[in-house]
């Protein structure tokens, strides 16, 4: 069965820097897109980060354009994403998602539409 199981969030100050992972398993991994999504207190769901199956293609939200940077390793099976600069707002729980598809555009990326799996998540709270 598929599982996505993420790792590496936790307490971290402002302007800091954590790599989350998600190590995945179940599917051939290299034939999917995968995605970072963000859940912060109170508010809805945000697509963070989205990348095709063979890694050549990365987009970003704009929130996060410039910090954050996903990227994986097929042989791994992992998909990871490195946030610098941290601020107090990136504080969310951050899910790993599985597309249904290998690659696609921005919006079908960030419409977060066409996911089948999601990992249980990994917490990430930035406070001084």
């Known amino acids: 069965q598929v599982q996505l199981v993420e790792s590496g969030g936790g307490l971290a100050q402002p302007g800091g820097s954590l790599r989350l992972s998600c190590a995945a398993s179940?599917?051939?991994?290299?034939?999917?897109?995968m995605s970072w999504a963000r859940q912060a207190p109170g508010k809805g769901l945000e697509w963070v980060s989205g990348i095709y199956g063979d890694g050549s293609t990365t987009y970003y939200s704009n929130s996060v354009k410039g910090r954050f940077t996903i990227s994986r390793d097929n042989a791994k099976n992992t998909v990871y994403l490195q946030i610098n600069s941290l601020k107090p707002e990136d504080t969310a729980q951050y899910y790993c998602?599985?597309?249904?598809?290998?690659?696609?555009?921005?919006?079908?990326?960030?419409?977060?539409?066409?996911?089948?799996?999601w990992g249980q998540g990994t917490q990430v709270t930035v406070s001084s």
């Open positions: 998602v599985k597309a249904t598809w290998p690659s696609g555009t921005r919006s079908a990326f960030s419409s977060m539409r066409e996911y089948d799996y």
């Open positions: 179940g599917f051939t991994f290299s034939n999917y897109a």
